[in-house]
């Protein structure tokens, strides 16, 4: 299970990451001042990356299908004479490669999982989280324009100079209502 919070923590990152450098939509509240900003931004990020996925459709599917990986690297696949003696699977081949079957059965059983699908509803979740947090607070969304978003391009992720651009785009009132979803 840890494996499985780090791998989608990882892409909730990794995919924030990409998003987040011009990003289509942002969150403000009119008025509010550049310290609350960012207190409830960190406030609701923390909530949402907190947020246990365990029970979750991905999580239950990202599990079996880590439990079938397991159990098929455990099985016993000795041939016996004239083909499998009921211990492992089948084979027709009279070449039996164990390592070659384990590895296919691996590989069928990660397509089965379909991770990439998993872990974007997994990250699903996560923003609903982060959304509805931010709502709670008073926050509504507003939809940057194509010229916010190219200034944006050319601020690094983490820059004071970026943070206090959104906030001033996420406390205007006048921003908010002309560009508010």
């Not at 990202?62 to 699977?89: E, F, H």
Request: aromatic share 4%.
């Amino acid at each position: 299970m840890r494996i499985l919070i780090a791998l989608v923590a990882a892409a909730v990152s990794a995919g924030a990451a990409a998003a987040a450098n011009a990003p289509e939509t942002s969150w403000g509240k009119a008025g509010v001042s550049f310290d609350d900003y960012r207190s409830d931004a960190t406030f609701c990020l923390r909530m949402a990356a907190g947020t246990d996925l365990t029970g979750t459709e991905p999580a239950n599917a990202l599990v079996l299908a880590s439990r079938r990986m397991a159990t098929g690297q455990t099985n016993d696949y000795t041939p016996a004479v004239g083909g499998a003696n009921g211990t492992g699977p089948s084979t027709v081949n009279s070449g039996f490669d164990p390592a070659i079957e384990a590895a296919n059965r691996m590989q069928q059983e990660r397509i089965a999982a379909r991770p990439e699908l998993r872990i974007r509803q997994a990250r699903d979740i996560l923003q609903l989280r982060l959304d509805h947090c931010l709502a709670g607070r008073g926050y509504h969304r507003f939809r940057l324009t194509d010229d916010q978003r190219r200034q944006l391009r050319h601020m690094p992720l983490r820059a004071p100079e970026r943070q206090v651009y959104l906030h001033r785009l996420a406390s205007d009132p006048q921003v908010l209502a002309a560009q508010g979803e």
